[in-house]
Each structure stands twice: as structure tokens, then as C-alpha cells.
């Protein structure tokens, strides 16, 4: 399963269902669990920690260290969940220890072509990056995210699970859970009402959802205003909770 061309550090740990293509090269301190594929041409480096049944395609680079100048090369780590598929030319940088040393990516996301993820940052889910969007250092995406291509994301920004972006925007703010954003600088437009009708919210879910859009932004009202209304409404619809959480747990202050 590994092509007499690739080049495996006698020290990587692969299971023997890993499938290597040619001209691959995967360095000392790297482990690639049950069939995960990786392509021709890719560059893996550790101490890197790769699932089960991942699927790398060529000229990705993984798990190479920061560009960041504060970093001096500290044995930092990249790990990767299960079910991925990390198309051509995708660069993954390790943590740094000024963070938790620790880049982190879940399960079943797709990073199309081009995509970067900054060191220190950690993706969710079921996420879609589409092609050339790019993730500074220390950023967090929530599960279900979608970033159009071309999204640049400012370094310790958090986007909120379920949320969208359009493409070529830039985010410099904190994205709430369920909120569909565009432009550059980015500006908050709506619910991201499509995407939660293909994960199966219900039309009260919906609706429930649009009347807090406006209360957030409609309104003219502080963020604490808004969310102590918010917080009213969350007894009757729970899925209220993870916008309100990702609007208490924001640092950096909100997209509007």
C-alpha cells in the first residue's frame, strides 16, 4: 500500500491499510490510523496525529511548523479526527506553545483546494472551507460551518457553528451560530435559513431563529439587551442556546 517511491520516516506509525502514492513524503513522529488514502506528492510532518479513512490529496502539505516569528521550533502537535477529505494544495500549520501547542481539526470536513489552516486553530465538524479560504492563527469554526471560497478569517476569531460566509469575505469579528455573512469587511444578513433546512431544523426552529436575527440586529440594541432577550426565549426553543453561547463567549466582539 505504499509506493516504492514515497518516502515513510522508519519511525511513522501507519496501519497497514494506509495507502501511500508516489513521491510522498511523511516524516518522523507521524501516525495514520485504519484507510486513510494519502495521494502522490504530499508532505506530511509531526508530530502529527491522523484518523481513519481520511483522504489526502496531492501537494497537500500537513502538519508543517508556523511561520509565526515567536515560534522556536517546539515539538507542537497537529491532530486530525476521522472521515476528512483535504484536497490539492492545502496547508496545515502545527500549534504554537504560546497557545496549546495544538492545531485541531474534526470529523467528516472537506478543505477544498488551496485552503489553509493557521496554526492554533481549531475546526469542528462537518465544516465546508471552499477553495482558498484561509484560516489565520488561533482561529475556532463550529460544526456545520460553510466559508465560500476565498473567506480570510482573521487571527482568534470565532465562527459560529451553522453559519456561512459568501464568497471573498473578510472577517475580522466573531461570527455568531447561525449567522450568514458577506462583504469586506464582512456584515451579518441573515439567518442561514437553506442550510438549516438541510439539517433538519423545523420551520418553528426557523422562525424562532429570524425573530432573534432581528433582535440582534434589527433593533439598535446593545448586546447585552439583546441576549438577556434572548436568553426569555431559549426555554421555548433550545436551539436558541448556541447562538446565545457564541454571543456571551465572544472576545473580539461580533460581525454586525
Request: aromatic share 6%; net charge negative.
Amino acid at each position: 500500500m505504499i509506493h516504492s517511491s514515497a518516502i515513510v520516516d522508519p519511525s511513522a506509525r501507519l496501519h497497514e491499510s494506509v495507502d501511500v502514492g508516489p513521491w510522498t513524503l511523511i516524516g518522523p513522529d507521524v501516525e495514520i490510523e485504519a484507510g486513510t488514502v494519502v495521494e502522490s506528492h504530499v508532505v506530511i510532518k509531526g508530530p502529527t496525529r491522523i484518523g481513519s479513512r481520511n483522504h489526502i490529496y496531492q501537494f497537500s502539505t500537513v502538519g508543517e511548523s508556523t511561520p509565526d516569528l515567536k515560534y522556536r521550533n517546539e515539538p507542537t502537535e497537529l491532530r486530525i479526527g476521522d472521515d476528512n477529505v483535504i484536497r490539492e494544495n492545502v496547508t496545515i500549520h502545527r500549534g504554537t506553545v504560546q497557545d496549546r501547542s495544538l492545531t485541531e481539526i474534526g470529523d467528516r470536513n472537506l478543505l477544498m483546494a488551496y485552503v489553509h489552516i493557521g496554526h492554533d486553530s481549531r475546526v469542528g465538524n462537518d465544516t465546508i472551507l471552499v477553495n482558498n479560504t484561509a484560516l489565520a492563527g488561533h482561529v475556532e469554526v463550529g460544526d456545520w460551518a460553510i466559508l465560500s471560497g476565498y473567506t480570510l478569517v482573521h487571527q482568534f476569531c470565532k465562527i459560529g457553528a451553522h453559519s456561512f460566509s459568501g464568497m471573498g469575505t473578510s472577517i475580522g469579528k466573531d461570527v455568531p451560530a447561525y449567522i450568514t455573512v458577506a462583504g469586506s469587511p464582512a456584515e451579518a444578513k441573515t439567518i442561514n435559513v437553506e442550510g438549516l433546512r438541510r439539517r433538519g431544523f423545523d420551520s418553528a426552529e426557523i422562525a424562532a431563529l429570524r425573530r432573534a436575527f432581528k433582535i440582534l440586529y434589527r433593533q439598535s440594541l446593545t448586546l447585552d439587551a439583546a441576549v438577556e432577550r434572548l436568553q426569555a426565549m431559549a426555554a421555548e426553543t433550545p436551539s436558541l442556546q448556541p447562538l446565545i453561547d457564541s454571543l456571551m463567549q465572544s472576545q473580539r466582539g461580533i460581525v454586525r
